[in-house]
């Protein structure tokens, strides 16, 4: 199958080991994966901030350059999200573009989704996570997969086989939002900065150091915000743990 991988901005520019680590995997499972390097931001900030004529430039963009390709596959829920449900409201006006922005929204997948819809991998089956670990639920996998997929994928069979013996602490409340929200930690930082907090410290609640944070501006906003309060927490991607537990990539502290 060959998939080209739409890295996302702040992937590329913050974390380029995730995005080396959904390579890695996917080529691991059989993918012939191709990077265009023709892509740029997909219009989400823009989008976000009501700037739809800007946002619907970006999307025609993407449109062109990820169209020729079997399938997309990004390791961010809330670009993907972008793709699949908010291209084709752009376009409403536009049918011929509507048409296309729902074809690519179509073969774009989220990585771990990707996995197990497309490869049928079972994730949990081929992730190793040798220390307590806790998560984050980004809000924008809301549209794409569940709370409970995120535990099922790091906890495993809970049944006390040898993929349910790791230990995945939960958080307090799962699904709490960690303030960033894009625009919304620039725009309003006296709201934000309160929430990540909150969250910061439901992470740090579980005793948990290692965070699995498939979403980089999550990712950024927390992993900041505890440096800053000196809480010790460390945050990866799954691509990674998947990447190190297949022996594909050498762990990272």
């Known amino acids: 199958m060959e998939v080209a991988l739409f890295v996302t901005c702040l992937t590329d520019t913050f974390f380029p080991r995730v995005g080396e680590a959904v390579v890695r995997v996917l080529r691991h499972f059989g993918c012939r994966v191709v990077f265009p390097d023709e892509q740029t931001c997909c219009g989400q900030p823009a989008f976000n901030s009501g700037f739809n004529d800007e946002a619907a430039a970006l999307a025609r963009r993407m449109i062109r350059v990820f169209g020729p390709y079997q399938c997309v596959v990004s390791p961010s829920a809330s670009c993907t999200t972008m793709v699949k449900r908010h291209y084709p409201e752009l376009f409403a006006a536009d049918e011929q573009w509507r048409q296309r922005a729902e074809q690519l929204g179509r073969k774009t997948h989220e990585f771990a989704t990707f996995l197990r ?3 049928h991998v079972d994730i949990a089956a081929h992730l190793k996570l040798p220390e307590p670990t806790t ?5 924008h996998a809301r549209h794409v997969y569940e709370v409970d997929d995120l535990h099922g994928w790091l906890a495993g069979d809970s049944s006390g086989d040898e993929h349910g013996a790791r230990d995945v602490r939960d958080p307090e409340h799962p699904d709490l939002c960690c303030g960033f929200g894009g625009v919304f930690a620039v725009d309003l930082p006296e709201i934000s900065a309160p929430m990540m907090l909150t969250k910061l410290n439901e992470l740090a609640a579980t005793k948990a150091r290692l965070v699995i944070c498939n979403e980089a501006g999550c990712a950024l ?10 809480i010790p927490l460390r945050f990866k991607h799954m691509a990674e743990c998947l990447a190190e537990s297949l022996g594909l990539m050498e762990p990272q502290e």
């Open 117 to 119: 819809d497309e490869l």
């Open 135 to 139: 998560y984050h639920y980004p809000c």
């Open 221 to 230: 906003n927390l992993s900041g915000g505890a440096q800053r309060r000196g």
